[in-house]
């Protein structure tokens, strides 16, 4: 996006208003747009499927491969978000990814920032892990664990990354979710390189459901991902020669960027992280003393929060909530829509060999 777009980018479509309302906070404003508008496929391109006018992408996830896309930009800090619908049923070691990273550029000192969206049993809830990497720090993981407070297979919902100089705000439907800001105790672990937008579907049964214990069982798939209301805001940059792509400067968008509505973090704001953070959080390093006996710098150890977790950052008590059962018959239909995918993707791809 050229300078100044962010300052341009202010009046625009409105997306998740619903959602918005039901937080209490005001809906964030940016700009959707069209895959080809600021993406690439990135692996799997045939299991990548686009909707007619091209605002919509599903990625699969089957016995052959995973799939993904990439913005065919990197970005020098920015806002990126898109509205995700996660794949229903039995999904355990599935894991959908929608983060922000230099990995190919600085192999050995990459930054990153991540919503890695970790499948389950039938049953069993998807949780959602953040995670902040800086300058190649991946032994201090900055990892906190939610459990999502809606069931993210039915509809879409929101997400979002913001990064700015002074810090990184994580957002679900609107609501801040976690917020870290930069001190200079945190050095070099704060990222500060260009980075890509990535967005992935792909088997993690090492790890991903419950250490690796229930794995990917592909009589489920395939499983779909979808992302819509994609999103990109920021100042495109060099990442070897660290300067706007453009020529120019990103100073004008970085001060837009971080004078605008969603990077303001106000009373309300603070108050609907808190209570998201109350209700959902299950996992935070900041509490996790057997790894970091010393918390991290950027940690704000809130007592009230600090005492409902275990010496291991582990929530001590499971989170009980109410819901409708997936019937035996809500399964059915789950595996009926997987199959109506597969037919679709089947289609695309017989509509491609026919058309070259």
């Known amino acids: ?68 896309f990439i913005s065919s930009s990197m970005y020098q800090h920015g ?14 070691g599935v894991v959908v990814a929608f983060y922000v990273s230099n990995g190919d550029v600085f192999e050995k000192r990459h930054d990153e920032l991540d919503f890695e969206f970790l499948g389950n049993i039938r049953g069993k809830p998807w949780r959602v892990q953040t995670n902040v990497y800086g300058n190649g720090s991946v032994s201090r993981g900055r990892e ?5 407070p809606f069931d993210p297979t039915t509809e879409f919902h929101r997400y979002s990354i913001l990064w700015t100089a002074a810090a990184v705000a994580f957002y679900v439907d609107d609501v801040p979710v976690r917020e870290v800001r930069r001190s200079p105790a945190m050095g070099g672990d704060f990222p500060s390189k260009p980075m890509s937008l990535y967005a992935t579907v792909w088997d993690a049964s090492t790890w991903a459901t419950s250490g690796g214990r229930y794995r990917v069982n592909y009589r489920y ?7 819509t209301d994609l999103a990109l ?3 495109r940059a060099d990442p070897i020669r660290m300067v706007p792509a453009g020529g120019g400067s990103c100073a004008a968008d970085e001060e837009a960027l971080r004078a605008s509505d969603v990077a ?10 808190r209570r998201f953070r109350e209700h959902n959080m299950v996992y935070s390093y900041c509490y996790d003393t057997r790894r970091y006996p010393a918390a991290l710098p950027e940690c704000d150890v809130v007592e009230s929060e600090r005492r409902r977790f275990k ?46």
């Open 1 to 68: 996006m050229a300078a100044g777009a962010v300052a341009a980018a202010t009046a625009i479509l409105v997306l998740a208003a619903a959602a918005a309302a039901v937080s209490g906070l005001p809906a964030i404003n940016v700009t959707a747009m069209v895959f080809e508008e600021g993406f690439a496929p990135l692996f799997g391109q045939d299991n990548i499927l686009r909707s007619a006018d091209g605002r919509t992408v599903s990625l699969l996830l089957d016995r052959s491969t995973g799939s993904g």
């Open 79 to 92: 806002f990126f978000s898109a509205s995700i619908k996660l794949p229903s049923d039995y999904t355990a």
């Open 144 to 148: 906190e664990r939610y459990v999502l």
């Open 221 to 227: 798939g395939p499983f779909v991902a979808s992302f």
């Open 233 to 235: 805001l920021g100042c």
């Open 264 to 273: 303001v973090m106000t009373v309300e704001k603070l108050q609907a992280m």
């Open 311 to 356: 010496d291991s950052g582990h929530l001590r008590f499971a989170l009980r909530r109410r819901g409708p059962r997936r019937s035996g018959r809500g399964a059915a239909a789950a595996r009926a829509a997987a199959s109506r995918a597969a037919a679709d993707l089947a289609a695309a791809k017989t509509k491609q060999a026919a058309d070259m």
